[in-house]
Nanobody, 115 residues
Framework: QVQLVESGGGLVQPGGSLRLSCAASGRNPRLYVMGWYRQAPGKQRELVGVITSGGSTNYADSVKGRFTISRDNAKNTVFLQMNSLKPEDTAVYYC?????????WGQGTQVTVSS
């Protein structure tokens, strides 16, 4: 069992930056593939990006070159650095952890990009 707690959301102007954090606790969280998803009002939840236990990353086309996922295994924390934010990035962002076929979700943190 892994518990995930996100933080760092908020209101930012277009073109601004935010960094989200996801603190993982429980059994061997450093072994998990971690990821970030987001869900905008009226839309389905979509993948933002993932990072493996070894640090390999993959991103949705919509955020490539603007968002960066990293992890600090010593602190069991995953980060999502978001730059050049756009209004269409507005959503609730969820942290996700998976090992094999078992997945866990955080509670979500709101990101609003607006002037």
């Amino acid at each position: 069992q892994v518990q995930l707690v996100e933080s760092g959301g908020g209101l930012v102007q277009p073109g601004g930056s935010l960094r989200l954090s996801c603190a993982a606790s429980g059994r061997n969280p450093r072994l998990y593939v971690m990821g970030w998803y987001r869900q905008a009002p009226g839309k389905q939840r979509e993948l933002v990006g993932v990072i493996t236990s070894g640090g390999s990353t993959n991103y949705a086309d919509s955020v490539k070159g603007r968002f960066t996922i990293s992890r600090d295994n010593a602190k069991n924390t995953v980060f999502l650095q978001m730059n050049s934010l756009k209004p269409e990035d507005t959503a609730v962002y969820y942290c996700y952890a998976q090992l094999g076929s078992v997945g866990y979700w955080g509670q979500g943190t709101q990101v609003t990009v607006s002037s």
